[in-house]
């Protein structure tokens, strides 16, 4: 395969400038509260509308007093765990088709997502939204006069019951491509279908015809790893000269903004995405760091919870009406594959209300309090990323988690870096952190300050320690990420032993 029989990008610009015209008109309060009633309607008939009332809901505030905030194991034993993977009518009309199985970066444990035709369509519009932002920013961009590489795990799906498949999302989408898209995708069904990794990755630097590709999608760790592979395959940088336009989500991009910035042709751009198996939460539409758009037209109705309120016994619920910006929130979500004020674990602050533009900060469960120091996922990354600056080194990968000596314990970062370093700069880069973070968190400050708790330590790990980790978890490639900050101590002990080892 050279390419793709003709240039479509005329037919996807015009769609393109309909589409942008449109979300630029959108009202977000009335979009939201438009799309909440309708999702309500369509499963006022499900066992969970029955028990929650859904035909006496009129209004959001109607439907926030009679369906509350539920996390994913709460949703798992109440509705779904009896018949699954066979869900008929539980909490979304019909038979669900699909379950896709997340990762559970920071638990550690798989979870199994509802995910139905209407969630596939919706997810289906969001990436054309992406796409269009892209064209209206890049008016003469050609991305549909080459091929479009999406970099996902093993595209198979397994069949558990009759109607019924699951496997990663990106396997999900795959199955429902349009056929006549097929011409302007990569990679093929059977390198798609590849489940081990490092064989899948040969086989893309192998076969992939780098001058064709004008799209590239993925999580930019294991875009990193792609991209090298296709340098060395085919002797020159940037591997995959067309490359127009670069989509990343997933992870947080800083880490690896300057590792793959050399591996992309001049005018390249870059576009950040935040997806998750349970929706399509937001999008770029304008540069790097500006926020991310809310997608409120996509089959998902969104809350926001202030993190500081998230175990009280009856937090603020917070919309596109009511959101504010500069404050940190945790992420709820109502959508049409029968999630229902479902709280996605994921972390955001505000940038803009209208439309509501947002930075995602980190995870719920992405923060580390075993002494008291509340640090949060956003201080976390800032600390090592300022930290690594000033050392002059950058960061590969890392997780950090606590460590006990009696009353007493720390923080200790494994951390892999991209170039080898030297013998002082571990210890460089503990007084570095413990400086940061008690300029950015008071309670870390006075946990510091009171002795209660140490100093961090910093212990550099080999290079491809964390490939070589993640590979023995079964979770290498794909939409599988590094978990940055593992709390608990027993997991966080066996992991430090695996990748010092």
Known sequence: MTGPPFDATPLLRAVARRRTARLRALDPAEAQRALLLRLVRRAAGTRFGRAHGFAQIDSVTSYQARVPLRRYEQFWEEWWRDTCPVLVDATWPGRVPYLALSSGTTSGTTKYIPVTR??????????????????????????????????????????????????????????????????????????????????????????????????????????????????ARHGG?????????????????????????????????????????????????????EGLRLNLDRGCFFEFVPVSELDAPAPRRHWAATIETGVEYAVAVSSCAGLWSYLLGDTVRFVDRSPPRLLVTGRTAYGLSAFGEHLTGEEIEAALLGAAAAEGVLVAEYTVGPVFDGARGGHRWLVELAAPAGPDTAAALAEDLDAALQRANDDYAAHRYGAQLAPPEVVVVPPGAFAAWMRSQGKLGGQHKVPRVIADPERFAAAAAALAG
């Open 118 to 231: 209407a969630m596939v369509r919706a997810n289906r519009g969001a990436g054309l939204d992406t796409l269009a932002w892209h064209l209206d920013a890049h008016p003469r961009s050609r991305i549909f006069g080459g091929l479009s590489f999406m970099l996902g795990g093993s595209t198979a799906l397994e069949r558990v019951a009759p109607g019924v498949r699951q496997g990663d999302l990106s396997g999900i989408a795959s199955a429902e491509v349009p056929g006549f898209l097929g011409a302007w995708s990569w990679p093929p069904r059977r390198l798609a279908l590849l489940a081990d990794w490092d064989r899948k990755l040969t086989a893309l630097a192998e076969e992939t015809p780098a001058a064709a590709v004008r799209v590239l999608t993925g999580t930019p760790s294991w875009l990193l790893v792609l991209l090298e592979r296709l340098a």
């Open 237 to 289: 940088s940037p591997p995959l000269p067309g490359l127009e336009l670069l989509v990343h989500g997933g992870v947080a991009w800083a880490p690896y903004r300057e590792r793959i910035a050399p591996f992309l042709p001049p005018g390249c751009s870059t576009r950040e995405v935040y997806p998750a198996s349970e929706g399509f939460v937001a999008i770029a539409d304008r540069g790097s760091g």
